[in-house]
């Protein structure tokens, strides 16, 4: 019954985000603001929604830290291993070649996947002490957090130069009012599913006796991922590459500043100290950590190489992705 109650609410949140993405776009036709702020940054904001919301749920509510760990570097490892597989899926299309932007991001989420692990390995590896590394202003916040922010701040400047900048031609059917209105009406759908399909998941976790990271990086992780996967399909069939990748990309920058959000709003301790307390938890998210740290760099020299004389070659970071994805599973089961 959990797993039924979980596909439904899965189904929900995909429907649910895929229409708030819908009416974004509808949004840029109707406005003049820029498209990389409303597609490349809104739109990468919005289909990780359900990331943030399910991060948030599993920390105030379930008191649950190490889920939002395990959902969003499970999202971002899962988010990849979509680019991997639809490259292989549309080989034809050549979708990494055929791809103009994304090395800036990609570096900048190569940084912050740096920010996240050497503190953690020093913490696990050496005395190094990550309960000073906090501000103590009678709130635990990590300097990690706001690492994080500070980066994150200065990649959406720079992305500017790394999205397309395209306004399309045709105009909205919809009025401004119908297009808000939806929007806020989907993203209050996906807010509620994506509460409830926390609360479910971490059922799942305690009824299967299931690690609490790992059920959030296969379940929570997998199902807040596939607006994306839908969202990438779509793209690539109507040759918008750049557009594609920078979804995945502007979705896996963004949820790496979810964890500070969390940082912010979970009192009780540093949750970089709370992940640490429990050593097969910490193990599982430092797997993760570096799992998607070589994936990313793998994306970034997909990105950079230049094109190989057959499609043989071309795969290679491609399947190295796939195969990435599935040693972390083998060694989380």
Not at 45 to 64: A, D, G, M
Not at 166 to 193: C, D, M, N, R, W
Not at 269 to 292: A, D, H, Y
Request: proline fraction near 2%; aromatic fraction near 10%.
């Amino acid at each position: 019954m959990l797993i039924l109650q979980y596909i439904l609410l899965a189904i929900i949140t995909i429907v649910a985000t895929n229409k708030a993405s819908f009416f974004i776009n509808e949004l840029d036709k109707k406005t003049a603001l820029s498209s990389a702020l409303l597609g490349g940054v809104l739109l990468a904001i919005v289909t990780s929604l359900p990331e943030f919301i399910t991060s948030l749920t599993s920390t105030i509510v379930l008191n649950n830290p190490t889920l939002a760990f395990g959902n969003v570097f499970g999202s971002n490892l899962f988010n990849l291993l979509i680019l991997g597989s639809i490259d292989l899926i549309f080989i034809n299309h050549l979708f990494f070649k055929q791809c103009k932007t994304g090395v800036k991001t990609s570096g900048f989420i190569i940084g912050l996947y740096l920010v996240f692990l050497l503190p953690i390995v020093l913490s696990l590896t050496t005395s190094f002490n990550l309960s000073s590394f906090a501000i103590n202003t009678g709130i635990n916040i990590s300097f990690i957090s706001l690492i994080v922010l500070v980066v994150y701040a200065i990649s959406i400047k720079r992305m500017q130069d790394d999205i397309i900048e395209e306004k399309l031609s045709q105009t909205s059917p919809y009025t401004l009012k119908h297009i808000l209105t939806a929007f806020i009406g989907f993203g209050i759908l996906v807010v509620i599913s994506a509460y409830f399909i926390t609360i479910v998941t971490d059922q799942i976790a305690s009824d299967y006796a299931i690690n609490a990271s790992f059920a959030g990086a296969i379940f929570l992780g997998v199902a807040t991922s596939l607006p994306e996967l839908t969202a990438v399909i779509t793209l690539i069939k109507l040759k918008n590459y750049d557009v594609a990748l920078g979804n995945i990309l502007g979705s896996n920058i963004f949820n790496m500043l979810i964890i500070s959000s969390v940082d912010f709003v979970y009192f009780k301790e540093n949750i970089f100290v709370e992940l640490l307390q429990n050593p097969t938890l910490s193990k599982n998210i430092l797997l993760l950590l570096i799992l998607g740290l070589i994936n990313s760099i793998i994306v970034l020299v997909a990105l950079l190489r230049k094109t190989p004389k057959s499609k043989g070659l071309y795969i290679i970071p491609s399947i190295f992705i796939i195969v990435t994805y599935m040693i972390y599973i083998g060694l989380s089961i």
